[in-house]
């Protein structure tokens, strides 16, 4: 039984930062994509930053770009998000996310991760 657990969410004011972290037990998750997406509400749950098993492929959304930096530490099974000069816009619950498959490619979409931390809140205040 795979369990992702997200910490490091919280309140900041716009251009303020924070780092969110991600941490796999169940499995080793050092060949396996990782995706942080985030939902605010009214809105769909969408991929934010990815990391590829090798670390040699990184995706960010537009949104992010410039601003969030995803890394991950295979000793500790961990995978975090970088979050700088936040906006109020960046406001969401934020999960981290692995598919079962080994050796794949960053997926975009929600449907096609298996395994789901229990998200972790991140405000932005104006």
């Known amino acids: 039984q795979v369990h992702l657990v997200e910490s490091g969410g919280g309140l900041v004011q716009a251009g303020g930062s924070l780092r969110i972290s991600c941490v796999a037990s169940?499995?080793?998750?050092?060949?396996?994509?990782m995706g942080w997406f985030r939902q605010a509400p009214g809105k769909e749950r969408e991929l934010v930053a990815g990391?590829?098993?090798?670390?040699?492929?990184?995706y960010y959304a537009d949104s992010v770009k410039g601003r969030f930096t995803v890394s991950r530490d295979k000793a500790k099974n961990a995978v975090y998000l970088q979050m700088n000069n936040l906006k109020p816009e960046d406001a969401a619950v934020y999960y981290c996310?692995?598919?079962?498959?080994?050796?794949?490619?960053?997926?975009?979409?929600?449907?096609?991760?298996?395994?789901w931390g229990q998200g972790t809140r991140v405000t932005v205040s104006s």
């Open positions: 996310a692995a598919p079962r498959e080994l050796y794949g490619m960053i997926r975009a979409t929600a449907a096609e991760y298996d395994y």
């Open positions: 169940g499995r080793t998750m050092d060949r396996t994509a």
């Open positions: 990391i590829s098993w090798s670390e040699g492929t990184l």
